[in-house]
Structures are given as structure tokens and as C-alpha cells.
């Protein structure tokens, strides 16, 4: 496989984010012996996304950019057309409001070629807007993946074991390994304008799974620009109830990480009546401001958005009933779950 960083920009409806994403990728300052390549894949778009993509890309630049058609709608489906169209064997993962730092190809690069065992790498951020920034955003910044991802550096596998998914860099060789082992995500990732969650947090475990290790480095430093829209008390709190559904579809893979625990207890843990239980029983301590919520919104409570993310999981768990068991039992079971290494 080629070696080089092929970036890969998912685009719904950016023709307005775009321009800046741009910008500050094609400012790169990379070494001449260094390959990259831009990809902007459009994933059913109604705007004009890739015209804009082409007319804001230096015509005088060195650096390809693709402009990739994907009609069937979501962010895995967007992301899955990236690694097969992209050309090099590193892919980091732009989404289209963020505005990289100038060495981010450059030390992306060094970072993958030194950490052979690395099969994902990301870093940290910091938020940008056209308005100012709401009292309460520091304190939940990370739901918007703003700020420092961990205090650690390096090798994080054994500890935070997971990545956003802004500005996460993959290495094809081990996105080729889960294919060929059969892997498929059992969440979906947003689609158009509807809030989910997980997807990112999900490959990372699959990675894992695999043996390969994660790596965190705030060298790797992007602005993320978020609207006025995304700086809503009850657009945060949907993003919440949207990771709390996903949490379920992760389930299995936790148990498949987990092996400090007797066989009887895994079992029961593994049951759907179990995690229900555990959910409503969570529930009660805050069903008093569930209540108070209806007559105001408690902007900044973390009770409110902690109410969020339970009625999240407790929704998708009622919806997963039938296939919960069955996805932790395929996972550990049959060959095309199995993702860990022989």
C-alpha cells in the first residue's frame, strides 16, 4: 500500500462550512517527499457541496483533491466510500468544520510511521463561533469534541480507549483487518440532520478487539467551528439522549473487552432484563427533574442532561429487545464477529 495521508472530509450540505475547511488544509506545510490527497465525499447532498469544493481548492496546488460521490445517506456509508477511494494507507478523518493546524498532515505522518502498532491516532481542539459561547460550554465541551481529549500522551488503549471522531486518523491496513474478519458496525452513524452517536467510539473498540493500539497526541490541534444552532441547551441535550442510544450498541463490545469478572456474573450482566433494571433503577434518583423540566428547561443542569443520556439508552434498549442478546452472542460466537487476533 501507498505510503501517504489521504484526508477524507464527509460532507452533508457543506458548501458553507466548506471554504474554511479548505483553507486551512491547503496552508499544509509538509515535506516535498511526503503524498497526500484531499477527498470530499458527497453524501447525497441537495446543495451545491461540490462545486464549492472544487472552486475553493488552489487550482495551483500539488495536492489532488477528489470530489466523491456517496448517494446512500449516513456517516458510515460516507466514511466507508473513503477507505476504498483513498489512495494512501493513512486516512485522517476532517470533518467539514474543522479547521486543521498547519502541521497536521506532516505530524500525522511521523506519528503512524514511528507507531507501527497504532491504529488509530487523534488529538485536541478548541471551539469557534459566530456568537459567543454559552456559560455552560466549558463545562460540556467534550460532548461537542472540544478541548483535550486526555491529560495522558501516547499509547491510551488501556485507559480512555477511545477517539473522537473529528480529526481521527486510521490506518487502512487495520480498517482492511476488520473487513476482512467480517466486521459491521452494529450502530449507524448520523444521518443528514438526525443525532446519533457512538459510531467513532465503536471503531475504536473494534480496533482493539484486533490488537491494535490507540494514540492520543495534542500536537495534533484543530479549531472546531460550531454554529449558534449546535450552542442550544436542547441541542446538547438531543446530542446526549443521541449517545445514550448508542452506548447499547457498545454494550457488546465491552463485554467482549472485559475479562476480570466470574463466568456467572458476565452472564447475568450480558442479559437485556439486567441492563433494563439498571437503567430504570438510575432513573429514579432524577425522575423529580424530569418533572421540573417540563416547566423549565434547567439550562446548564447536569442532572438534566445526565436524564438524557439514560432515557437515550433506556429508548434503544425497549427498540433492541429482540436482537440485544443476539448481538453479544454473535459478537463472542460466530467467525465474522470474532475480531480478535488468532
Not at 243 to 250: C, I, N, Q, R, W
Amino acid at each position: 500500500m501507498t505510503t501517504g495521508v489521504s484526508i477524507v472530509i464527509c460532507c452533508y450540505n457543506s458548501a458553507q462550512r466548506l471554504p474554511q475547511t479548505l483553507a486551512h488544509l491547503a496552508a499544509q506545510e509538509v515535506t516535498s517527499e511526503l503524498l497526500w490527497e484531499v477527498l470530499v465525499i458527497d453524501n447525497a447532498c441537495t446543495d451545491n457541496t461540490k462545486e464549492v469544493a472544487t472552486s475553493s481548492w488552489p487550482k495551483e496546488s500539488s495536492v489532488p483533491l477528489r470530489v466523491i460521490d456517496e448517494p446512500q445517506p449516513g456517516l458510515s456509508h460516507a466514511r466507508h466510500r473513503g477507505f476504498i477511494e483513498a489512495k494512501y494507507e493513512l486516512i485522517s478523518f476532517v470533518d467539514d468544520d474543522n479547521w486543521v493546524c498547519p502541521e497536521w498532515v506532516q505530524t500525522v505522518a511521523e506519528i503512524m510511521s514511528e507507531h507501527p502498532e497504532v491504529g488509530a491516532c487523534g488529538g485536541c481542539s478548541k471551539a469557534v463561533s459566530e456568537v459567543a459561547l454559552p456559560w455552560w460550554f466549558s463545562k460540556y465541551q467534550d460532548t461537542y469534541a472540544v478541548g483535550e481529549q486526555t491529560k495522558e500522551v501516547g499509547d491510551v488503549t488501556q485507559t480512555r480507549g477511545f477517539l473522537w471522531g473529528a480529526g481521527l486518523t486510521i490506518r487502512k491496513q487495520a480498517w482492511e483487518q476488520l473487513q476482512n474478519r467480517g466486521f459491521k458496525s452494529i450502530l449507524t452513524g448520523r444521518k443528514g440532520a438526525v443525532l446519533s452517536a457512538g459510531e467513532d467510539h465503536e471503531f475504536c473498540l473494534a480496533l482493539r478487539l484486533a490488537g491494535w493500539h490507540i494514540w492520543y497526541d495534542p500536537r495534533l490541534q484543530f479549531c472546531h467551528f460550531i454554529p449558534a444552532s449546535r450552542l442550544q441547551w436542547n441541542y446538547l441535550r438531543r446530542l446526549k439522549r443521541g449517545f445514550g442510544a448508542g452506548s447499547v450498541g457498545l454494550d457488546p463490545y465491552f463485554f467482549a473487552l472485559k475479562k476480570d469478572s466470574s463466568w456467572l456474573k458476565r452472564y447475568i450482566e450480558k442479559s437485556w432484563f439486567y441492563r433494563m433494571a439498571a437503567v430504570l433503577l438510575k432513573l429514579l434518583p432524577y425522575s423529580y427533574k424530569w418533572i421540573l423540566s417540563s416547566y423549565s428547561p434547567l439550562e446548564g443542569d447536569a442532572d438534566i442532561l445526565n436524564l438524557e443520556i439514560l432515557q437515550g439508552r433506556l429508548s434503544q434498549l425497549l427498540i433492541s429487545y429482540k436482537i440485544y442478546g443476539v448481538n453479544i452472542k454473535q459478537f463472542q460466537d460466530t467467525p465474522e464477529r470474532n475480531l480478535l487476533i488468532d
